[in-house]
């Protein structure tokens, strides 16, 4: 595993399409009308099909998985505060950011957001990962 340190961060930018959201729901069965109703979703202010915030929640979960702390993570909690709306065809990015090691524990706590293309802030929280072996950079503070 790469050496971990205190603001270390990744980060993934995508879209989520209509038929993303089809498949999500298939998958799901959440069926929401705002995930497959134009109509629906403007009446509750989106600008087209609404993104399910668990699509938005499971950027987080690529980053953790793939590049930090990056694979053999194991994902234990994640708090999410949602605060603007996501709307298919957005374009969001996900960034997480280590703000708390425990390497006595193999714990990590990370920083979580996602931004829309303007620049607002779809959704912000908190990560807590276990990760065996961490190695911790010289800046760290233990506790």
Excluded: W
Excluded at 13 to 34: H, M, W
């Amino acid at each position: 595993m790469t050496e971990l340190s205190l603001g270390q961060r990744a980060e993934i930018t995508r879209k989520f399409g209509e038929q993303d959201i089809v498949e999500y729901i298939a998958l799901t069965g959440d069926s929401n009308p705002i995930y497959y109703d134009q109509d629906e979703a403007r009446k509750v202010g989106y600008s087209g099909l609404a993104v399910p915030g668990a699509l938005i929640g499971g950027m987080f979960s690529t980053l953790l998985g793939t590049k930090l702390p990056g694979g053999g993570t194991n994902y234990l909690k994640q708090s999410l505060r949602f605060l603007h709306l996501a709307s298919a065809n957005d374009e969001f990015t996900a960034a997480v950011e280590i703000v708390r090691l425990r390497p006595e524990k193999e714990l990590v706590n990370l920083r979580t957001v996602c931004i829309n293309q303007a620049g607002e802030t779809v959704c912000e929280g908190e990560a807590l990962v276990l990760v065996r072996d961490i190695q911790t950079g010289p800046s760290v503070i233990k506790g």
